[in-house]
């Protein structure tokens, strides 16, 4: 029984091969089903059977961007590491994979970007997914008395606000000259080292 | 003789005040010095007196967009405050400002930015001038003991991927509901807490 599902997912995937070449050909423009059909020498109706709508295509076109981030987070969060190396390891494997793929095909992945930024509604599902990877990092962190004064959600808050350029491939694209493996390095331990509530009463504001 | 001046600064402004008009209505694509002539009913001959390019147009827009950052960077670098005060202060005047213009007007906000992006050499100018700014308070810090076993340009190159969100339009367009000063001042007591080169050393990489 579960040679049609795996003949399904074989062909879904040749089309959503079809669907990154027209990514590739045309940017991030719509992709029609009609368009996909023509393109696999399918009838409108055939296609309908692997995806039911455009809403369905790009969910499988996003869940085959985040795939491979997901098994790294899942493999990071799952080792042995102590949570310095983790937090380093969960941001560094995924940035690593990131710059391949922009080096491989820079306009493919602006293309990717553009898309996500607009289906930012099936993306947030993966965003809150890596959130919650981030925050059973930052549990460990806590216990071993790192963000002092601060909450697992503060300081998942935080940390994904300063390591933007590192995740954010939209930015990554944009600063891509200026990102190293040693600069994510120094931001991850800034973050460890110096990330704390207690800061906060440090800074005397001016009178306004 | 300052009179001429005067009143061609007068005119260039109201000029301005209407491709701000155009901008607000049509988004970042590309305004012409003929449709500018067109809306100001002025001959295309006259336009050139005070544009001589689509591109000079381009960088009178820029420069009074980033006008009050440079009065505020200017200001902020001259005074007293110790480096920790100066530094909040240099990214939360400049973030204030920038959150009121995108709460009076998100679409021509998000429009500025986009013209931003689509005219980076015009933008990196300024870019550069606040990064000489950024070094002046940098240099005052490594002073008083921050930053440790990083030169100047390192820890201005760290601190602006780590501020990212609170500095760059366009991402804080994306990011605004999560952008709080609070947030900001704890980043800035981080950087300031946390940041050196010795934490390279601390962070022992896995075997690959």
């Avoid at 995806?51 to 493999?75: C, G, H, N, T």
């Avoid at 969060?77 to 102590?82: C, I, N, Q, R």
């Avoid at 993966?126 to 460990?140: F, K, R, S, T």
Wanted: charged fraction near 25%.
């Amino acid at each position: 029984m579960a040679r049609p599902n795996t003949d399904m997912d074989a062909v879904r995937g040749q089309l959503l091969d079809l669907v990154e070449g027209i990514i590739q050909r045309r940017g991030a423009t719509t992709v029609t089903l009609t368009e996909l059909a023509n393109e696999a020498g399918m009838s409108p109706a055939n296609i309908y059977r692997f995806f039911d709508s455009k809403e369905s295509l790009f969910e499988a076109v996003a869940e085959r961007w985040f795939e491979p981030k997901i098994r790294i987070m899942d493999e990071v969060v799952a080792s042995d590491l102590p949570p310095r190396e983790k937090l380093y390891e969960f941001f560094a494997r995924r940035f690593r994979l990131m710059q391949q793929n922009h080096e491989q095909d820079p306009v493919l992945f602006k293309s990717y970007c553009d898309l996500g930024h607009e289906h930012l509604e099936i993306v947030r599902g993966y965003l809150d997914l890596g959130d919650h990877y981030l925050a059973m990092i930052v549990a460990e962190a806590i216990e071993q008395g790192h963000f002092k004064g601060l909450t697992i959600d503060q300081s998942v808050s935080l940390i994904n606000l300063m390591i933007q350029p590192f995740c954010n491939p939209g930015l990554m694209f944009d600063l891509v000259e200026r990102l190293t493996e040693d600069k994510l390095k120094l931001v991850i331990a800034t973050i460890l080292d110096g990330m704390r509530g207690q800061s906060l009463s440090k800074l005397k504001l001016m009178a306004a």
